[in-house]
């Protein structure tokens, strides 16, 4: 893979697989040169736009107050290929003055020079003391530099189906503070596994769910090969999947009681597909289209209704909305010794964040920093959050009443919340260069769910492919 490369004559950029495997050329945004017009780069989904729309005109009128009368307009990327999308934008000098990024990438384009450094201007004009200090964290991605300022945080959270457990005679058991203490303490791994193994008895047995159909449905979709639940779960187990400081990885069997602890965790990941507690893509009947269609269900995924629970974040919430399912939410459960056997154990939670980066080559850069300004302000902030799709940065608006929370009156969002749990970062490689954390990223998750599906693979067996298929990024 090559790296990407910077020309100084131009901006030439040879992109490896992180960003996509092609070359663009580009001399920046330089002729957008009119003081009174900013342009965003957002995302290309109709909840995000309408989200600038409101952002934009707020920014404009406020503006406007201070006798300035701008427009702004916007481009475009695809989440589905954001690294290509971004890179055709500033090929075609369509690039926003203010380009809306993730902590996956962030580490990259600062050290490439597409998003400016923010920390000058934050010491300028920001108070820090008002955000969450994980998620400002969570921006200083390449050298400390602040790459972005993050507008939300998303941490995993355990969605809940109410309608499924009813429907299989356990409402009862719907996770809730009444059941697992006041402050969820006793909302473990133990007590989830439990739950669990008494959903899948209880699908099992089931007339909606039972019988020939019970492969379509399941107590919970982990979403095992996402980075933020595995490797949050090997490190609750005192494993770890990369240590950036010393590029090592615990799936290595050099690596001694770290490699057990590592084995520790594949096994209680095994267990859950094996066990048939936990949807992974690849169980029998729930990747067949015909089979799966008649449980009346065109997607097999937790808001098609196929699952009791889900381990999912925030933004996940409007998909449900819109299939009108009856949702309520628990934390992500304790590790506990007895699952772990580490008495002195850790939970770790994956979170990360996205945010507003300022590119580099803006001719208003002062304009856009005052948009960024503008958007992680308590208005800007409130603006963003009218959607509940995200939880706010600053900390006035990270409350369980507070406007986001109305997206779903009537539920208790706490959860989103949580701060029983210690959070892990999901880009987990953070400290390593980006293309080689999104390289460690990729193949693991190309390679986890075969190898946990494979009922002959030991965990030994599991971390030795994992393993095999990112050693030559760590070395």
């Not at 481009?75 to 890179?87: E, H, Q, R, V």
């Not at 600053?394 to 109305?406: N, Y």
């Amino acid at each position: 893979m090559k790296k990407m490369v910077k020309m100084l004559a131009c901006g030439v950029l040879a992109a490896g697989m992180a960003l996509g495997s092609f070359a663009l050329t580009g001399c920046g945004n330089k002729t957008r040169s009119d003081p009174n017009t900013l342009w965003l780069t957002v995302q290309d989904t109709q909840a995000e736009l309408a989200i600038h729309v409101k952002l934009g005109n707020a920014f404009a009128e406020k503006m406007k107050e201070q006798g300035q009368e701008i427009t702004v307009r916007r481009s475009t990327f695809s989440n589905n290929d954001y690294g290509k999308s971004i890179l055709t934008l500033l090929n075609t000098q369509s690039l926003g003055d203010v380009v809306f990024t993730y902590d996956t990438y962030a580490s990259q384009y600062s050290k490439e020079g597409l998003f400016e450094d923010l920390s000058s201007y934050v010491e300028r004009d920001i108070d820090l003391s008002l955000y969450n200090e994980d998620v400002i964290e969570s921006a200083r991605a390449y050298e400390n530099q602040l790459s972005y300022f993050p507008r939300s945080y998303d941490m995993v959270t355990v969605f809940i189906n109410n309608q499924f457990f009813r429907d299989v005679g356990m409402e009862d058991r719907i996770p809730s503070t009444e059941i697992y203490g006041e402050n969820w303490e006793n909302w473990t791994w133990s007590a989830m596994l439990d739950l669990l193994k008494d959903l899948r008895v209880a699908i099992n047995q089931s007339e909606k769910y039972g019988g020939a159909k019970s492969s379509y449905y399941y107590p919970v979709d982990a979403n095992i090969a996402w980075n933020a639940v595995y490797d949050s779960a090997i490190k609750s187990f005192g494993g770890y999947t990369v240590n950036a400081e010393n590029m090592t990885s615990g799936l290595d069997s050099a690596q001694g009681a770290v490699y057990e602890n590592t084995l520790r965790a594949i096994q209680f990941m095994k267990d859950l597909v094996e066990e048939k507690t936990e949807y992974a893509e690849g169980v029998e009947g729930r990747d067949d289209k015909t089979k799966r269609a008649l449980a009346n269900s065109s997607e097999g995924t937790f808001s098609s209704g196929n699952d009791a629970m889900a381990f999912m974040t925030r933004p996940s919430v409007q998909g449900c909305k819109e299939a009108d399912m009856d949702l309520s939410f628990a934390p992500m459960p304790k590790f506990d010794a007895a699952v772990t056997g580490l008495a002195d154990g850790t939970t770790y939670v994956g979170y990360g964040s996205g945010g507003y980066a300022l590119y580099k080559d803006s001719a208003n850069k002062e304009l856009a920093w005052e948009f960024i300004r503008f958007a992680v302000s308590e208005e800007g902030q409130e603006i963003i959050a009218e959607d509940g799709l995200c939880i706010p940065t600053i900390k006035s608006l990270q409350t369980s009443d507070a406007a986001w929370t109305e997206y779903l009156p009537g539920v208790d969002q706490s959860a989103f919340l949580f701060e029983g749990n210690t959070l892990s970062l999901a880009t987990y490689a953070r400290g390593v260069e980006q293309e080689t954390e999104y390289q460690i990223y990729s193949k693991i998750k190309q390679s986890m769910m075969s190898a946990l599906l494979d009922p002959d693979k030991t965990p030994a067996n599991v971390a030795s492919s994992l393993y095999n298929a990112i050693k030559n990024y760590i070395k």
